[in-house]
């Protein structure tokens, strides 16, 4: 459908060279082992990256992350990766604070897809944006104490810095973690809280905001119609939202004024929890993100911890073998993802249950596929650093035993062939006759929730919620990784940018899977028996010092990790940062914007057409 | 015409709801009384809505999935040791697991404190575990599998939600049971149907282990003392007394002949560099559950026979 010049790599030593011209006393490279990009002096920031987004053309924010080099550094430091919408690889650009107190400049004006990774950064490592606008915790309450993510930080349940603990072995008497921390009093204050003076000031500090409070304000026009702004607050519990999520919305009668999110119910600090973990405990932790496309979730951080493994001497890519079978797990993945969004997004629409029970009934098949080939339906767990867990079994076979009677059993590339070539196609057209041409779909769906195309790059949209709005970007061409470049598929694209072209590009890329499964069958076929591991399966593999940013074209957007090793200093199996990209989460920067002028109704609709998995979107 | 989209799409919905009947009376009216036609009901050919009555039926599960480890021990009826663990108590379990759900004690000798590779306790917190899999998959004994029993539903968690050794032991004939592929698979990568560390033995005392096929996968495994010399099987197996005295002197015999062996040992171990790598890649769990384990004692005697055959 589309076709766009391929940038090349040598293209980011240009852009760093005219940086430094520009800016000689202001850029300087990176030259710590294993990094790459640019440390750009914070004062001078914004205008730097002016000059990223509009001279150089690094259009698009992917992430703006922060790190905390407590111990190696006194300093922090705000990463970000910037890309350009034709394709090619980052410009990585940092800015350092020091630790005591940190204060880098907010980049909002220049890409408003910094909103959200601005406010996070502040309340888990409490750096302060100037020129926010509105910097508030997102992810925890007001009036938490503390930042959670800065290393010194310790959680109520904390036993050491880095697993495997060493009470577990080997004299490990099984303690359970409420046994050390009673109810009640398994919250930590420190010192310096007075508890009577604590309260949680977050609905205060949100109402107030949106210029509102007891008193009535009548609004200006027809007289005769007495009307009053009202703030509705939708969920955090309601079946609307996917999760738990929250809407704050200001209506003039039906209509909505603002709309803020609110959001962190399902807040666990995943990426604390990474910190602590090995690189290899971190593989089933990313299921639990987004839980529905788990899959892709695996491949995007295998993809950055290989990143960080090939600086190492005794790498060994995944074989040509893993590299097939992992393109048909995403591939399947996508089109389990998009058959629960299209499902859903019905019930969003009032279709209540009946396009989502047909939708799932078609995932099912997929995912007996997965249970039989990763042991799980979700929480696959099934790639692994240089390559997957066990390669696609012969038979999907279960067994009947004590508890389990009704047993199946099917030749696995049978059941693929004819999934991929019959099954899968015919049921897409499926759900096109059922729902493309219904009016009362197009009547709920067009022109509704629209997000032109200049504002979804710079509200870091990704995925379809980008495509739709007509940017070709998808992260398979942009930046290929695994063996996308051999395959043969098309980029879908829709222009209108409203909720009925995202339920199509949603069709589109279900299509695409399909023909890019279609290739991968023979390529199964004539791989039979090849090894599916290069090298032998470590569990604690050496990670050589330095970072990296892997990211995948997750059904929902852009999936990236970026991953710092301290290597062998600081804990030596154990990423000393860790950091989800979440689709879910940025892709909500936009939904203020695409709900105001639409009625309450409408937004669920929207939000169900961006399609958001509250576990990632929370982490 | 408006209105022909709905239309088209209850047309959809009708087709469903009719399929649902025609299957049923094609598959044998609303039960399947043959297996075949669930197989075909649950698999792709199926058309409309089709429901497992579960609890009264229930889908079976594949062998692969996963839910919640379970140790292996030998078989009741085996004979040499019956219901013996097959967990050497190494570790990497408790290492690999994410979220931290294993805790093991190592057995010790009560004579000489030092470690024996057996778990004295073994405890899995299945409200912490997260069903990945790694211990199973990292496991270099093949000691610990994931189970498919996944009704675990309780009236008291902090009771019943902690498994310990007894609650986890299941034997190897119900891993074959639930698994066949795998543990078919595990066995020929381990050479023979026994525990890696038998197998090693038995190799040593010149048997070759039963080469392992899905017909022979039942089969009782053969008493091995007759054949096999004492110290490594008594090693391996022995829960009677005289056989762990027995063990104990020989541990303190090769304890103290290591300690006397001590200076002179290093420049024989590094001399036959092909000979020595072989047995440290294939012992390397073995290095870090027993100090005083069994590769030891073996050494010098194992060297003079590498000097034998190449003096030959």
Redesign the interface.
Same mark, same amino acid.
């Given at each position: 459908m589309t076709d766009y010049p391929i940038v090349e790599a040598t293209d980011i030593p240009a852009a760093i060279t005219a940086l430094k011209q520009h800016y000689p006393d202001a850029v300087k490279e990176d030259t710590r082992q294993g990094y790459s990009g640019v440390v750009v002096d914070r004062k001078r920031l914004v205008e730097i990256a002016k000059f990223i987004r509009d001279d150089l053309g690094f259009d698009y924010l992917s992430s703006a992350t922060a790190v905390d080099y407590y111990g190696i550094a006194d300093e922090m430091e705000m990463v970000y990766h910037a890309y350009r919408t034709a394709g090619g690889p980052a410009l990585v650009f940092k800015a350092q604070t020091p630790r005591d107190n940190p204060e880098i400049p907010s980049l909002v004006e220049i890409w408003p897809g910094a909103d959200f990774q601005e406010r996070e950064a502040w309340d888990l490592y409490g750096i302060r944006f100037p020129g926010h606008p509105n910097l508030k915790r997102i992810l925890l309450w007001e009036g938490f104490h503390g930042h959670p993510m800065r290393k010194d930080w310790h959680e109520a349940y904390y036993e050491q810095d880095h697993k495997p603990f060493d009470s577990r072995w080997p004299a490990g008497h099984v303690r359970r973690a409420e046994e050390l921390n009673v109810y009640g009093k398994n919250v930590r204050y420190p010192a310096d809280i007075d508890l009577s003076k604590l309260s949680d000031r977050s609905e205060e500090a949100l109402y107030s905001d949106l210029g509102l409070g007891v008193s009535i304000q009548e609004l200006e026009g027809d007289a005769s119609l007495k009307t009053d702004r009202l703030v509705v607050n939708m969920g955090p519990h309601h079946p609307s939202t996917h999760g738990v999520f929250r809407m704050i919305i200001t209506l003039n009668g039906e209509t909505i004024e603002s709309l803020e999110p609110v959001m962190g119910y399902l807040h666990r600090n995943h990426e604390k929890i990474g910190e602590r973990n090995t690189f290899l405990h971190n593989m089933p932790f990313t299921d639990r993100l987004d839980y529905i496309s788990s899959m892709s979730n695996n491949l995007g951080y295998a993809l950055a911890v290989e990143q960080l493994l090939a600086k190492g001497a005794r790498y060994q890519p995944p074989t040509y073998r893993a590299e097939v079978i992992r393109v048909l797990m995403v591939e399947l993945t996508r089109i389990v993802n998009h058959y629960w969004a299209i499902g859903f997004l019905l019930n969003d629409l009032g279709a209540f249950f009946t396009p989502a029970l047909y939708a799932i009934a078609e995932r099912e098949k997929i995912l007996d596929f997965f249970e039989a080939t990763a042991g799980s339906r979700m929480m696959c767990n099934y790639m692994r650093f240089g390559g997957v867990f066990k390669d696609i079994p012969e038979r999907i076979r279960s067994v009947a035993n004590l508890v389990n009677d009704r047993v199946r059993d099917f030749n696995t590339m049978e059941y693929l062939t004819e999934l991929i070539n019959e099954r899968i196609p015919r049921s897409i057209d499926e759900l096109d006759e059922f729902l493309t041409e219904s009016e009362i779909v197009k009547s709920r769906s067009i022109g509704v929730g629209y997000l032109p195309p200049e504002m979804a790059i710079a509200y870091s949209a990704a995925g379809p919620l980008l495509r739709a709005s007509g940017v070709p970007y998808d992260v398979r061409r942009a930046e290929p990784y695994s063996i996308y470049p051999e395959l043969d598929f098309d980029i879908a694209v829709r222009t209108h940018g409203d909720i009925y072209d995202r339920y199509l590009i949603r069709l589109d890329e279900m299509r695409e899977s399909v023909r890019i499964l279609k290739q991968i069958l023979p390529r199964l076929e004539r791989t039979r028996g090849e090894p599916i591991f290069a090298g032998s399966k470590q569990h604690t593999p050496r990670v050589p010092l330095g970072e990296a940013y892997g990211r995948v074209e997750n059904p929902k957007g852009e999936l990236g990790f970026y991953i710092v090793s301290a290597g062998d200093e600081k804990g030596p199996q154990n990423p000393w940062r860790y950091h989800v990209r979440a689709p879910s989460f940025i892709n909500l920067t936009a939904l203020g914007q695409m709900c105001i002028g639409h009625k309450v109704a409408d937004v669920v609709a929207i939000l169900g057409s961006i399609d958001i998995v509250l576990g990632e979107t929370d982490r | 015409m408006?209105?022909?989209?709905?239309a088209? @799409?209850l047309w959809?919905?009708f087709r469903?709801f009719v399929n649902t009947y025609l299957d049923d009376i094609r598959y044998a009216g609303r039960k399947y009384l043959r $297996?075949d036609n669930?197989?075909i009901r649950?698999?792709?050919k199926a058309q409309g809505?089709f429901t497992?009555q579960y609890p009264d039926?229930?889908?079976?599960? !594949?062998?692969?999935?996963?839910f919640i480890p379970f140790l292996v021990v030998e078989d009741p009826d085996h004979p040499e040791r019956p219901n013996h663990d097959w967990c050497t108590?190494c @570790?990497?379990c408790?290492?690999?697991? !994410?979220p931290?759900c294993?805790?093991?004690?190592?057995g010790s000798d009560p004579a000489t404190g030092r !470690?024996i590779p057996e778990p004295e306790?073994f405890?899995i917190?299945i409200d912490i575990c997260?069903?990945?899999?790694?211990c199973a998959?990292?496991c270099p004994f093949d000691a610990i599998k994931?189970d498919?029993?996944y009704?675990l539903a309780s009236y008291d968690r902090?009771r019943h939600h902690?498994h310990d050794k007894q609650r986890l032991s299941k034997p190897l004939s119900y891993w074959k $049971?639930?698994?066949?592929?795998t543990a078919l698979e595990e066995a020929i990568e381990r050479g023979g149907w026994e525990h890696p560390d038998i197998i090693k033995v038995m190799k040593k005392a010149g048997k070759e282990p039963v080469q392992p096929t899905a017909e022979n996968m039942f089969a009782k495994p053969a008493a091995l003392t007759a054949t096999v010399p004492e110290p490594p099987a008594a090693e391996a197996a022995a829960d009677a007394d005289p056989a762990k005295a027995e063990r104990l002197r020989k541990r303190e015999e090769a304890l103290a002949g290591k300690r006397a062996a001590e200076g002179g040992e290093a420049p024989a171990a590094a001399a036959p560099p092909a000979a020595s790598a072989a047995p440290a890649a294939e012992s390397k769990p073995a290095e870090t559950l027993a100090p005083g384990g069994k590769p030891k004692f073996d050494k010098q005697a194992m060297l003079a026979k590498i000097r034998e055959r190449k003096a030959k």
């Open positions: - | 408006y209105g022909k989209g709905i088209k @799409g959809v919905t469903h $297996q669930f197989e649950q698999g792709l809505a497992v039926e229930k889908l079976a599960v !594949p062998e692969r999935f996963r108590s @570790g990497i408790a290492k690999v697991c !994410p931290q294993i805790w093991i004690v190592r !470690p306790a405890y917190d997260m069903n990945c899999g790694y998959e990292f994931m498919h029993d009704e902090t902690i $049971q639930i698994a066949p592929t």
